[in-house]
């Protein structure tokens, strides 16, 4: 698309809360054919005339309303797919389980920095993530239990999101940097169909410090996704990705749909869809 042509699109608008009057007011800013309200706080705007020029104006007032605008060519529609696929940390749930972990050691602030940068692509993955696991060395591996009980929380929406899909008949994949021993339970919790992540090494009941095997990374995440559509029979076009973090941008660009959730701006700036205030129950708004 250049600065001086425009072409005809729909607009998807959704919120988590609030006044609906804040989706209208929005949508008219749009021009919109139509108006199709999918929720309470969720409208798809038919047929606007989008241009570079419109694009900033929707996209200030959407912030400002804490509201989510998603660009679509024409209509895109569930049945179109056949896997899910997610990032754990941040994503399915709303913590950072080594964040958590290294808090029982006395050192999240130290660990929550590095992943940050991490998440933010500005640290190597795997060196990164290899320094945090160093500094659990010696922590009672009961600590993973009560990060799971105390701590890990579902992200808004995926209960919903889940539900949505697996009625759908698609399969569901959770592909994590993180660790095994939350994404086993997930996968049991939750009812997934595949699960892969990092397993850290645990002896005489304390973590040694150390992950065994292959770190999960990028690569790895891109790897597990073309894997798991291969057995499937699928294209990974028929793959729905979501993800937050830098390292989760390699399976995002061989997705169909790639959805940024709570995302870093590097994520957002790359994603077909990025929800930063609806739940992830939001993409079922953009298939509808």
Same mark, same amino acid.
């Given at each position: 698309?250049?600065?001086?042509?425009?072409?005809?699109?729909?607009?998807?608008?959704?919120?988590?809360?609030?006044?609906?009057?804040?989706?209208?007011?929005?949508?008219?800013?749009?021009?919109?054919?139509?108006?199709?309200?999918?929720?309470?706080?969720?409208?798809?705007?038919?047929?606007?005339?989008?241009?570079?020029?419109?694009?900033?104006?929707?996209?200030?007032?959407?912030?400002?309303?804490?509201?989510?605008?998603?660009?679509?060519?024409?209509?895109?529609?569930?049945?179109?797919?056949?896997?899910?696929?997610?990032?754990?940390?941040?994503?399915?749930?709303?913590?950072?389980?080594?964040?958590?972990?290294?808090?029982?050691?006395?050192?999240?602030?130290?660990?929550?920095?590095?992943?940050?940068?991490?998440?933010?692509?500005?640290?190597?993955?795997?060196?990164?993530?290899?320094?945090?696991?160093?500094?659990?060395?010696?922590?009672?591996?009961?600590?993973?239990?009560?990060?799971?009980? /105390? *701590?890990?929380?579902?992200?808004? =929406?995926?209960?919903?999101?889940? @539900?949505? !899909?697996?009625?759908? #008949?698609?399969?569901? $994949?959770?592909?994590?940097?993180?660790?095994?021993?939350?994404?086993?339970?997930?996968?049991?919790?939750?009812?997934?169909?595949?699960?892969?992540?990092?397993?850290?090494?645990?002896?005489?009941?304390?973590?040694?410090?150390?992950?065994?095997?292959?770190?999960?990374?990028?690569?790895?995440?891109?790897?597990?996704? /073309? *894997?798991?559509?291969?057995?499937? =029979?699928?294209?990974?076009?028929? @793959?729905? !990705?979501?993800?937050? #973090?830098?390292?989760? $941008?390699?399976?995002?660009?061989?997705?169909?749909?790639?959805?940024?959730?709570?995302?870093?701006?590097?994520?957002?700036?790359?994603?077909?869809?990025?929800?930063?205030?609806?739940?992830?129950?939001?993409?079922?708004?953009?298939?509808?």
């Amino acid at each position: 698309m250049t600065n001086t042509s425009s072409v005809t699109m729909n607009l998807i608008l959704q919120g988590a809360d609030g006044d609906p009057a804040r989706l209208e007011r929005i949508a008219a800013l749009a021009a919109p054919t139509s108006i199709t309200r999918l929720g309470p706080l969720a409208l798809r705007c038919e047929k606007i005339s989008y241009s570079q020029a419109l694009l900033p104006t929707i996209e200030m007032a959407a912030q400002a309303a804490q509201i989510d605008a998603t660009y679509l060519m024409g209509r895109r529609a569930l049945s179109e797919f056949k896997l899910v696929a997610m990032d754990m940390d941040s994503t399915l749930i709303t913590i950072e389980c080594i964040d958590e972990i290294a808090d029982m050691q006395g050192l999240k602030p130290q660990v929550a920095a590095i992943t940050e940068a991490a998440m933010r692509g500005e640290l190597d993955f795997t060196a990164s993530l290899r320094q945090r696991v160093a500094l659990l060395e010696g922590l009672d591996a009961s600590a993973l239990q009560r990060v799971y009980d /105390e *701590r890990l929380k579902l992200s808004p =929406g995926a209960e919903k999101m889940l @539900a949505a !899909v697996q009625a759908a #008949g698609l399969k569901t $994949l959770l592909v994590s940097g993180g660790f095994t021993f939350f994404t086993e339970r997930l996968k049991e919790r939750l009812g997934l169909d595949y699960t892969h992540a990092n397993a850290l090494e645990i002896v005489d009941g304390k973590l040694t410090g150390k992950v065994l095997g292959g770190i999960v990374d990028a690569e790895e995440k891109q790897r597990t996704v /073309e *894997r798991v559509c291969k057995e499937l =029979g699928i294209s990974p076009s028929q @793959a729905i !990705v979501m993800g937050d #973090g830098a390292n989760d $941008l390699k399976m995002m660009g061989i997705a169909g749909l790639s959805v940024a959730f709570r995302a870093k701006p590097v994520v957002r700036a790359q994603a077909d869809v990025a929800l930063n205030f609806a739940g992830l129950d939001g993409v079922l708004n953009v298939l509808a």
